[in-house]
T-cell receptor, first 114, second 118 residues
Framework: GNSVTQMEGPVTLSEEAFLTINCTYTATGYPSLFWYVQYPGEGLQLLLKATKADDKGSNKGFEATYRKETTSFHLEKGSVQVSDSAVYFCALQWNSGGYQKVTFGTGTKLQVIP | EPEVTQTPSHQVTQMGQEVILRCVPISNHLYFYWYRQILGQKVEFLVSFYNNEISEKSEIFDDQFSVERPDGSNFTLKIRSTKLEDSAMYFC????????????????FGSGTRLTVV
């Protein structure tokens, strides 16, 4: 079935370091891909998305490119800040039987230290 | 920007008690969902709801769980007799898209209700 695999955390970086959080997926058809962020004590927020191959989603300095050839959607940011400390979830969305379905990765905790 | 609102933000209940988690989806949305996240684990699908009925449910969503849209604005999740392992963050989500027309809009999630069963 459809699934998402993302790198294990926690990831600890110094402020202004480069961030990559890997995400790969298994799916049939043409799914959409998302990154959600969960700040401490808060709910899930949509960070960015890409709906077809080669699309690049971007928001708040984060980027991810939908790569069908490698079935990947890695999250990147050129210079992280302490305020980026959160758990990041990669998610896959597809249609099945006329309804949307979403499955999430296990989440990667990012800790940015000053 | 429209929000999905969940109440309460935190609920503590004794094992065996019934709890009702409340959600107010975005007003023009038609599809509603409950997910849960046990601490430190992945976000898991519980149930989807459309046109006043369950459209799909996971194996987690057993007879102890039920959902309802009692008044056209609220969307509730009831756990009939809570167990310790029901302790988790419960997220409500809604969307306005039909999969056949506009896939990719994503869901709008509420901020969650942290349920602690003691």
């Amino acid at each position: 079935g459809n699934s998402v695999t993302q790198m294990e955390g926690p990831v600890t970086l110094s402020e202004e370091a480069f961030l990559t959080i890997n995400c790969t997926y298994t799916a049939t058809g043409y799914p959409s891909l998302f990154w959600y962020v969960q700040y401490p004590g808060e709910g899930l927020q949509l960070l960015l998305k890409a709906t077809k191959a080669d699309d690049k989603g971007s928001n708040k300095g984060f980027e991810a490119t939908y790569r069908k050839e490698t079935t990947s959607f890695h999250l990147e940011k050129g210079s992280v800040q302490v305020s980026d400390s959160a758990v990041y979830f990669c998610a896959l969305q597809w249609n099945s039987g006329g309804y949307q379905k979403v499955t999430f990765g296990t989440g990667t905790k990012l800790q940015v230290i000053p | 920007e429209p929000e999905v609102t969940q109440t309460p933000s935190h609920q503590v209940t004794q094992m065996g008690q019934e709890v009702i988690l409340r959600c107010v989806p975005i007003s023009n949305h038609l599809y509603f969902y409950w997910y849960r996240q046990i601490l430190g684990q992945k976000v898991e699908f519980l149930v989807s709801f459309y046109n006043n009925e369950i459209s799909e449910k996971s194996e987690i969503f057993d007879d102890q769980f039920s959902v309802e849209r009692p008044d056209g604005s609220n969307f509730t999740l009831k756990i009939r007799s809570t167990k310790l392992e029901d302790s988790a963050m419960y997220f409500c989500a809604s969307s306005d898209t039909n999969a056949k027309t506009r896939l990719g809009r994503g869901y709008t999630f509420g901020s969650g209700t942290r349920l602690t069963v003691v």
